[in-house]
C-alpha cells in the first residue's frame, strides 16, 4: 500500500534500526501517551515508574514535555 503526504511527516530511518523496530516507534509513542492520559491527577513533582523498554524513553520526553 502506498499513501502520500507532506515532508513535515515524513523523517528518515536511522541506518541502526530495522524496519520492523523503526515502524514500532510509532505504536510505543501512541501507547506511552494512552498510559500517561490514564491517570487523572496532576504529574508534577510526582515520581512516575515506567517500565524498562521502548516506551522508556518515549515516556519519559512525554512528560518533561508535558503532553499529558
Known amino acids: 500500500e502506498f499513501v502520500l503526504c507532506t515532508e513535515k511527516y515524513i523523517s528518515l530511518k536511522p541506518p541502526s534500526l530495522s524496519f ?3 515502524a514500532s516507534i510509532p505504536l510505543a509513542a501512541m501507547t506511552a501517551l494512552q498510559a500517561l492520559r490514564k491517570y487523572k491527577g496532576d504529574l508534577a513533582g510526582k515520581t512516575v515508574f515506567v517500565p524498562a523498554g ?3 524513553l518515549l515516556s519519559c520526553k512525554l ?6
Open 20 to 22: 520492523e523496530d523503526a
Open 54 to 56: 521502548r516506551m522508556l
Open 63 to 68: 512528560l518533561s514535555m508535558n503532553l499529558t
